[in-house]
């Protein structure tokens, strides 16, 4: 290669850098500004009026990435309440969701209580199951845990987090020898 292109070159692959960084940028700066504006929107509804289970869900699930995790348990329990509620899905998705809310608090008994209330709405529901898996695993309850995980490789033996869980739970009550 001729000593001449070498700058050229460096600088082209700096140029594609940066454009590609700048592209990456500019798609989280627009996304985090929809999820801004979708979160005042909703805010600013909800304090003046009574919002439907749908509002309170969208909010929720805002405040859950957020981390706000205790914000997120009010709403989902007001989505919960809300006259509108139809579907025994969005019912279990909802205590999924309040669930998924409390293990991320680490109160993994309440968790539990929740996605066994989503599994009794709607039996089979794989999201659901892997996160009870997941909380027993967290109360060291490896019997249990195996034993869901199982149960969703039933319904779906293709199941990533299931396979991948339930190899490792069988590991761990194989004595070793």
Partial sequence: MDDSLLPVVYLSVLLVLLAGSGFILFRQILKTRRVETALNRLQEKLSKESGMSQ?????GTI????????QSISQFQKALKAKDLEGAENVALLYNALGFAHAAQEQFDLAIRQYKEAL??????????NNLGFAYEKKQLINQALEIYEQVLVIEPKNGAALRRAESLRKRLVPST
């Fill in 120 to 129: 009794d709405r709607q039996p089979g529901y794989v999201t659901a199951m």
């Fill in 63 to 70: 405040y859950l990435d957020k981390k706000l995790y205790s």
């Fill in 55 to 59: 509002d309170y869900y969208e909010l």
